[in-house]
């Protein structure tokens, strides 16, 4: 009898230790939340954790590890045009969250190729961009005149198509000497998936989120200090018209709201608050931290 007492004691004290020990193992990793949703490029994941390092996997992509500090972590998660499981694991401990999926603002290489060709022409001088502009506009009303008037006259017609071929010519090396002016502002025919800077200059960064092959978000980083001075105001004022006209905004609308959102930060230098900007179904939120400002183009 003695016996059986103390087996069971010595069962209740393992079954005790037991459960204190799963209790232990189930706090050392906790998530925020169970279901995040993007802002500006990514989602930023955060918890607690009982452990040195917390290891994490989004989707099927390689596992990565992020350090915790005074027992919490946080790392962040790309846009994408699709929800992403993402796992997570601590000594042991395993959590599961979602990312949820956000609109992509268009096909990149589409995007580059467009914004490209608007930087270059910025560097031909008022009249020539006046005059490709023209030549684009009618090039198929002047290729039917051609048409039309090489059936009545022959000579008139050729003559006029030479003209036309030498003002191409001119006009073409014109565009040459843009490009090579402008090739440190061009954006990558290509992008790799993940969030990346694209242009660095030194008043203004291009950074975007590019995930199978769509653009997801973008943002335009300048130091506080270039705001300061002309030059920087003028290269990140281009920057900024560009991209908000390739992506169909209404540059004018979004610059003159954007000068507002500027007044009021200074009217309150501490503050870093995000403002957000809508025009043609795109988001411009504006942010402040010490010494950058940062605007994110997202849909």
Known sequence: MAYL???KKLLVSALGLMALTLAGCSNTLTTK???YHPTALTAVVKGDAKAKHVTYQIE???KQS???AAGTYFFQVPAAPHDQTVKLSANGAHKTVTVKATKALGDYQKFAASYNQMVIASYLPTKVQKQLQAAQKTQAQT???LTALAKTDPTAAAAAAKQQQVAAQQLQ???ASAKKRAKDDLLPTTAKDGVQNLVTTKAATVRANVQDGQLMGLALITP???MKTKAGQKEFGTT???LGATLKAKPKYVINKFEKVLKDAKSNSSSTNTKTIHSNGIRFNTGFSADHLYIYMTK
């Open 5 to 7: 007492i103390i087996m």
């Open 33 to 35: 939340q169970s279901t």
């Open 60 to 62: 099927d992509g390689a």
């Open 66 to 68: 992020t350090k915790v």
């Open 143 to 145: 290729k039917q005149k």
């Open 173 to 175: 090396v014109k565009l």
């Open 224 to 226: 506080t200090a270039q």
């Open 240 to 242: 900024f018209a560009l």
